[in-house]
């Protein structure tokens, strides 16, 4: 093969010296004969080539019977056909192949002859390893080949020779051959012999043939060729009939085409790895910027494409609306059905809201449950509510998704007008989270334009997020209790343990800030065991100093969810000796509600400790008889919300009094929160409810004010 980089002038010959237009035929045959060339160069006084006299030409002056006196510039070819010796030696090839050459002869940039290229210095350069391992003789050798019988004139040989332009004839006797006649051996046969019409071939014919069978490999060919000294073979059949003839020319543009053939492989698998490659780029770039699941462009381009549309509002001086909407309670149902289910879910909400927006306007996935767009020319804001409210009346119709599920979701929208509320990339999603925080606690299905005092309120909970992260460590955290009082001894026969938080400048957190962010944040899984170390702690202290109460402790959703509950109460009883039969753990009823056999579980494993369990906020939830049925229940804890208006309001009257009889019928402790006022305590005793807790007792204290409480009854 061919070196890339490599010049014609690395394999030229130029020991022979040329010739001018002066010397003769003589002179010339004699330098061929004594150097076995095939060719020798005439040059001018400037050492410029201008013609070529080759064995081919001595046929010529044969047939034609030329005197080898004549003058080379009388019977030379004329017009020599030269290259630059900075041509490539693939090049100068394809150009020796095109104008049918056997020679090349090489000048510099001046055109001072240089030297000369024959075929076999081209086939010194080629190699066979990587181009004709699988090349055989059958595939590059003649068919159509000159024969003549032993009884042809030498004369009648060489003007066959030169009109077919063929440098060989294949003598033939009795259908074989018997020997191979080159442009060479005529040539010194004549010039060393007289010749007339009489003489004939089988005069300078000797009995040296070689030949090759048609099955044999290129390599075999140029291997023997080079082994004798040879420009030809003959190619035999089985029966030792002549088939064909191999030549050193043959086997050049065998192997020539076979690197052809290599190149053409080697492009063409270089192409189908540019292009494997170029689909591989394609599909990086569609991963660094589209969301897998949905296809929707992801954050990062979103970012990109907000930072676009910020740029023309700012050229056009017209106004842009980034809207980031949340689905609520995603978390439940990729809990409840699994997150295939949620993958389905989230496709399908994305190609809703995809048939809601208008052409030019761009949505993205920014993340989990979290979809972004961009409302590109907002003329006049009042049109915004009016799509926004119809993007989430689309997304909360039902869907059907796989295994017959059918899902029915809402959620929540945050928006930012652009560039009114901030020319700032990331600013503006900063913003539009802020509104949506807020549409969010304004209830399922609600949007909130940005507001600062939005921002002031996210910066500020991000704050107590930091802040409550050191809180335990920092001991701020405090528990109070407030006591839970027999409606007929009017004694105080528990406590519940409320969390506090008091920074250590002396700022008083109220739990209706740190609460929530607990939950959301997942603090309140070391909050909540913290609290029930401590509460069992102090429950321990109140029985060892003979009061026989009980200790009521709030667990959280995500503690159930998340934490092995039983095993975590039974550390703290442990830890500090704690009677687990004065211990009570409360737990809402949307809690209860999630995972529900894994609850049923939870719930006994921990009754069989000993543990009274109740059920916080009754009637805020499902309050279901066929779940109160299912679980361990001992106490019913009324919410506060239908205390409030006792005895005025009759619907809360009906509730409550509904609740109380419930609880008596299953046997349960049922106990009224948030009782303030007398007339409440008065319905309340009057329908038959076992106890209550509230300010009318005293609002939730420290432990030494709560136990100046107890004290207080035995005086």
Known sequence: MF????????????????????????????????????????????????????????????????????????????????????????????????KEYRHLVVVDDNNVFKGVVTEGDFLRQMGFEDV????????????????????????????????????????????KPTAIITERNITFYCRNNVVNEQTKISNICNDKIYSIDKNQSLSEASDL???????????????????????????????????FEFLLKTIEEKTKKEEKLKEQAIALEKLANFDTLTGLPNRLLFTKLLKKSIANTLRNKNNVALIILDIDRFKDINDNYGPTIGDELLKSLAQRLIGQIREGDSIARLGGNEFAIILEHVEDERHIPKIINKMLNKIAEPINLSNATIVSVKSCAGVVILPKDTKDVNLAIQYANSALHQAKQDGHGMYQFYTDEFLLKSLQKIAYENALRLAITNGELEL????????????????????????????????????????????????????????????????????????????????????DLPLLVSNALNTYEF?????????????????????????????????????????????????????????????????????????????????????????YHVLAEGTEKQEQLNFLKDKGCTSYQGYIKSKPVPAKDFLALLQAETI
């Not at 022979?16 to 002179?27: A, C, G, R």
């Not at 060729?225 to 050193?248: A, P």
């Not at 102090?538 to 503690?559: E, H, P, R």
Request: with cysteine.
């Open 225 to 259: 060729m080079k082994q004798h000294s040879i420009h030809q073979l003959v190619v035999l059949n089985d029966e030792k009939e002549l088939v064909g003839l191999i030549t050193r020319h043959d086997i050049l543009k065998a192997i020539h085409g076979a690197y």
């Open 579 to 667: 009677d687990p039969h004065k211990l009570e753990i409360e737990i809402t009823e949307s809690a209860l509600m999630q995972r529900e056999e894994d609850v049923v579980d939870m719930l006994y494993a921990l009754r069989a400790k000993g543990i009274r369990l109740a059920i916080d906020d009754f009637g805020t939830g499902y309050s279901s008889l066929s779940y109160l049925k299912r679980f361990p229940i001992d106490v019913l804890k009324i919410d506060k919300i239908f205390i409030n208006d006792l005895p005025y309001d009759d619907d809360d009257c009906a509730i409550v009094t509904a609740i109380i009889e419930m609880g008596k019928a299953l046997g």
């Open 480 to 563: 109070y209790y407030q006591p839970q009082v027999h409606m007929k001894t009017k004694k105080i026969i528990g406590a519940e343990a409320l969390l506090r938080w008091t920074t250590q400048d002396g700022e008083v957190i109220p739990p209706s800030i740190f609460i929530p962010i607990a939950d959301e944040t997942g603090l309140i899984n070391d909050i909540g065991e913290w609290v029930l170390f401590e509460a069992c702690k102090q429950g321990k202290i109140f029985l060892d100093m003979g009061y026989n109460i009980t200790m009521a402790v709030n667990v959280s959703a995500n503690q159930v969810k998340y934490q």
């Open 3 to 98: 070196v890339n980089n490599a010049k014609i002038s690395s394999i030229l010959h130029n020991s022979i010296k040329p010739l001018s237009l002066n010397d003769t035929v003589e002179t010339a045959l004699h330098i061929m004969h004594k150097h076995a060339i095939s060719s020798v160069i005439v040059v001018d006084e400037m050492n410029h080539p201008i013609g070529i006299f080759t064995e081919r030409d001595s046929l010529k002056i044969i047939a034609e019977d030329v005197q080898s006196s004549s003058l080379l510039a009388d019977v030379m070819t004329r017009d020599v056909f030269s290259i630059s010796e900075n041509h490539y030696i693939h090049d100068a090839y394809i150009l020796m192949e095109e």
């Open 132 to 175: 004709v391992q699988a090349k055989y003789i059958n595939e590059a050798m003649s068919e159509f080949i000159l024969t003549v019988s032993s009884d042809t004139s030498v004369i009648e040989t060489a003007k066959l020779m030169s009109k077919k332009r063929c440098d060989y004839a294949i003598v033939i006797q009795e259908q």
